[in-house]
């Protein structure tokens, strides 16, 4: 069945150091990439996509990679700031028919040190 | 321009109990989708409503309906509560077509 997988679980980084969380799919047909930012009792926020024409994609300090013969999507934050604390979530979604479902991953809790 | 918006933010429900979440889309948006998310899990696709229709559905159980409205407005029920159910709802909102979607602030149901 479909499925995202996401690791690491939790992430702990000094402030000005890079982090990274992988995800990886199971369903070839996922075309979008969505990675959310949820920050503590707060709704989930779009911080950066990637389509599945797109290898790379990178927004100031954030970057996303997707590599879709291995079926692997990564997201790359430089420079952390403590402000950058927050669960992330990265999703995998199919167009059917115009709507898009997600399969969300189960979250990378990141802790930036001061 | 207001968001997502969800009601009410928290509700506390009896085991066997019925309940019923509401959201109102972004200005504009003509698709809902809602999202059942566990303390420490990533959401999970419930279902979603176009044209006040149930276009895609997820994994659950026949006790989970929804409703889309003409206003695009969408409720989520959920009938014979179990403790299992408690979580957080999330409302995401989008145009069809479009891959983006944006989330509400979540109703928090705890069943106890």
């Known amino acids: 069945g479909e499925n995202v997988e996401q690791h690491p679980s939790t992430l702990s980084v000094q402030e000005g150091d890079s982090a990274v969380i992988k995800c990886t799919y199971s369903?070839?047909?996922?075309?979008?990439f969505p990675w959310y930012k949820q920050e503590l009792g707060k709704r989930p926020q779009l911080i950066i996509d990637?389509?599945?024409?797109?290898g790379e994609k990178k927004d100031q300090r954030i970057a996303v990679t997707l590599n879709k013969t291995a079926k692997h999507f990564s997201l790359h934050i430089t420079e952390t700031q403590p402000e950058d604390s927050a669960v992330y979530f990265c999703?995998?979604?199919?167009?059917?028919?115009?709507?898009?479902?997600?399969?969300f991953g189960t979250g990378t809790r990141l802790k930036v040190l001061a | 321009d207001a968001g997502v918006t969800q009601s009410p933010t928290h509700l506390i429900k009896t085991r066997g109990q019925q309940v019923t979440l509401r959201c109102s889309p972004k200005?504009?948006?003509?698709?809902v989708s809602w999202y059942q998310q566990a303390l420490g899990q990533g959401p999970q696709f419930i279902f979603q409503?176009?044209?006040?229709?149930?276009?895609q559905r997820g994994n659950f159980p026949d006790r989970f309906s929804g409703h889309q409205f003409p206003n695009y407005s969408s409720e989520l029920n959920v009938n014979a509560l179990l403790l299992g159910d408690s979580a957080l709802y999330l409302c995401?909102?989008?145009?069809?077509?479009?891959?983006?979607?944006?989330f509400g602030q979540g109703t928090r149901l705890t069943v106890v």
């Open positions: 995401a909102s989008s145009f069809l077509g479009a891959a983006e979607a944006f």
């Open positions: 369903d070839s047909a996922s075309n979008y």
């Open positions: 990637i389509r599945s024409n797109v």
């Open positions: 999703a995998a979604s199919i167009n059917l028919s115009g709507t898009y479902k997600y399969i």
């Open positions: 200005s504009g948006h003509d698709t």
């Open positions: 409503y176009y044209e006040e229709e149930e276009r």
